[in-house]
């Protein structure tokens, strides 16, 4: 049974950093691409960023670079480096893995999903 556990969620102002960790056990880590997902209230989720090991990060076009996705295999957690935060990035945000893609950007695109992380900043 794969299990993914997000943390590091919180309440930041405007213009604050936090680190989001993705812990997955129960799975071949090394196998799987892990991607980063969103949802705001009464918005669908979306794509923000994933990353596998043989080709890397790819990010949504929307973080303009504000977002550094990367993994440590030695601990099987992939990690969500979020910078200069805004209001609009309140969400809860959610981690999912899958054997079936390497870059994938579309939900269907992976198995496994975390129960997400509360990421709230005020202005």
């Known amino acids: 049974q794969v299990q993914l556990v997000e943390s590091g969620g919180g309440l930041v102002e405007a213009g604050d950093s936090l680190r989001l960790s993705c812990a997955i056990s129960g799975g071949r880590f090394s196998n799987y691409a892990v991607g980063w997902f969103r949802q705001a209230p009464g918005k669908e989720r979306v794509f923000l960023a994933t990353?596998?090991?043989?080709?890397?990060?790819y990010y949504a076009d929307s973080l303009k670079g504000r977002f550094t996705i990367s993994r440590d295999n030695a601990k099987n957690t992939v990690y969500l480096q979020m910078n200069s935060l805004k209001p609009e990035d309140t969400a809860v945000y959610h981690c999912?893995?899958?054997?079936?893609?390497?870059?994938?950007?579309?939900?269907?695109?992976?198995?496994?999903w975390g129960q997400g992380t509360q990421v709230t900043v005020s202005s």
């Open positions: 990353i596998h090991k043989s080709r890397g990060p």
């Open positions: 999912a893995a899958g054997a079936r893609t390497q870059w994938g950007s579309s939900d269907s695109d992976y198995d496994y």
